[in-house]
T-cell receptor
């Protein structure tokens, strides 16, 4: 079946512009995650959506970052007034329903490489 | 101190060698993931485990919950195993915390 897809695959933007990154999770997966991988850095958690629950936004680095998930499926990560330090690969992952104490495998998308010039 | 520590950071092996990558963590977790990332490629989940041992082909993952330690083993290593291997722990609340990764190069 289809895996997690992300678009665009690459995005070059000027400092100060807003960008939107899209993630299409695997059908039926109710949990969706956004992560960031900066050059020379490890992966870091950004935000997590689970069904209709309030998202866990604890990893968002600043209020310039926001994300939404419409209809429990597609998610959009928005970065306003981009800065050069926002340059990174943004990864989306999805998994089956999770609840406290139970974990399921996460399936990762190919990522969006964002370059802020 | 990072919550997830991996060792070694870099590893070069000859084809056919047995490889071990270690992961130690300091927080309570619900599960531990081993991930593989090829250069320029996406991330693939190799294992998710919360106890004991799992095997898939030439790959074996073990976890000791009491000691907060996990190992990833590759038997009969091959150049196509060259990749970055990442340990990630899932804290209660479903957030993954990642290790820095181990860069593995297998020479033929």
């Amino acid at each position: 079946g289809a895996g997690v897809s992300q678009s665009p695959s690459n995005k070059v933007t000027e400092k100060g512009k807003d960008v939107e990154l899209r993630c299409d999770p695997i059908s039926g997966h109710t949990a969706l995650y956004w992560y960031r991988q900066s050059l020379g850095q490890g992966l870091e958690f950004l935000i997590y959506f689970q069904g209709n629950s309030a998202p866990d936004k604890s990893g968002l680095p600043s209020d310039r970052f926001s994300a939404e998930r419409t209809g429990g499926s597609v998610s959009t990560l928005t970065i306003q007034r981009t800065q050069q330090e926002d340059s990174a690969v943004y990864l989306c992952a999805s998994s089956r329903f999770t609840f406290s104490g139970t974990s399921y495998e996460q399936y990762f998308g190919p990522g969006t490489r964002l370059t802020v010039t | 101190k990072n919550e997830v520590e991996q060792s070694p950071q870099n590893l070069t092996a000859q084809e056919g060698e047995f490889i071990t990558i270690n992961c130690s963590y300091s927080v309570g977790i619900s599960a531990l993931h081993w991930l593989q990332q090829h250069p320029g490629g996406g991330i693939v989940s190799l294992f998710m485990l919360s106890s004991g041992k799992k095997k898939h082909g030439r790959l074996i993952a073990t976890i000791n919950i009491q000691e907060k330690h996990s190992s990833l083993h590759i038997t009969a290593s091959h150049p196509r195993d060259s990749a970055v291997y990442i340990c990630a722990v899932m804290e209660y609340g479903n957030k993954l915390v990642f290790g820095a990764g181990t860069i593995l190069r297998v020479k033929s």
